[in-house]
T-cell receptor, first 112, second 112 residues
Framework: AQSVTQPDIHITVSEGASLELRCNYSYGATPYLFWYVQSPGQGLQLLLKYFSGDTLVQGIKGFEAEFKRSQSSFNLRKPSVHWSDAAEYFCAVDNYGQNFVFGPGTRLSVLP | EAQVTQNPRYLITVTGKKLTVTCSQNMNHEYMSWYRQDPGLGLRQIYYSMNVEVTDKGDVPEGYKVSRKEKRNFPLILESPSPNQTSLYFC???????????FGNGTRLTVT
């Protein structure tokens, strides 16, 4: 079945540490890929997207993500986390307009 | 300002009392969608609409209705709400397949 998985439900990092959030998808062809962030009490904000071409994409707030076709992964990274990055992060897949599916989310906590 | 507007932000109701959550976008987007967000489950699609008068079921359509009589509006209707529909609801729109979704700020519904 087609799906998007985020293996980590909750991650805690110290401020200034690096971050990697994992995302795997299960689709026949490479879909469009997105990362969204949701701060407490807020809607979802787009961080970055991958359509094709360069497998390393840059987003807002210093985030980047790398698409790896062989692993069906689209992991989100940030070299140095700030306290304001504490939020919930969602990976999403657009299967060429047929469906826009979200992963279950990873909650990020940041220690001072 | 380009935006998706949902109303109300908060709604408390009783079982069986019909309600409507409104959604409006000012970006002339053809595609609109409703999601519900529950802890540990991420965002699940309720209904979506590819254009005026065209609507389709998402993953969890039971107990919901929608209509798309004009491009900018996509109301979500609960004819007979039940406590298991207590959730956080998001409306979203996008220009075309492959474009990112733009989200409203959410409606927190409680059914007692």
């Amino acid at each position: 079945a087609q799906s998007v998985t985020q293996p980590d439900i909750h991650i805690t990092v110290s401020e200034g540490a690096s971050l990697e959030l994992r995302c795997n998808y299960s689709y026949g062809a490479t879909p469009y890929l997105f990362w969204y962030v949701q701060s407490p009490g807020q809607g979802l904000q787009l961080l970055l997207k991958y359509f094709s071409g360069d497998t390393l994409v840059q987003g807002i707030k210093g985030f980047e993500a790398e698409f790896k076709r062989s692993q069906s992964s689209f992991n989100l990274r940030k070299p140095s986390v700030h306290w304001s990055d504490a939020a919930e992060y969602f990976c999403a897949v657009d299967n060429y307009g047929q469906n826009f599916v979200f992963g279950p989310g990873t909650r990020l906590s940041v220690l001072p | 300002e380009a935006q998706v507007t949902q109303n109300p932000r908060y709604l408390i109701t009783v079982t069986g009392k019909k309600l409507t959550v409104t959604c409006s976008q000012n970006m002339n987007h053809e595609y609109m969608s409703w999601y519900r967000q529950d802890p540990g489950l991420g965002l699940r699609q309720i209904y979506y609409s590819m254009n005026v008068e065209v609507t389709d079921k998402g993953d969890v359509p039971e107990g919901y209705k929608v209509s798309r009589k004009e491009k900018r509006n996509f109301p979500l209707i609960l004819e007979s709400p039940s406590p298991n529909q207590t959730s956080l609801y998001f409306c979203a729109s996008r220009r075309q397949s492959g474009s990112p979704l733009h989200f409203g700020n959410g409606t927190r519904l409680t059914v007692t």
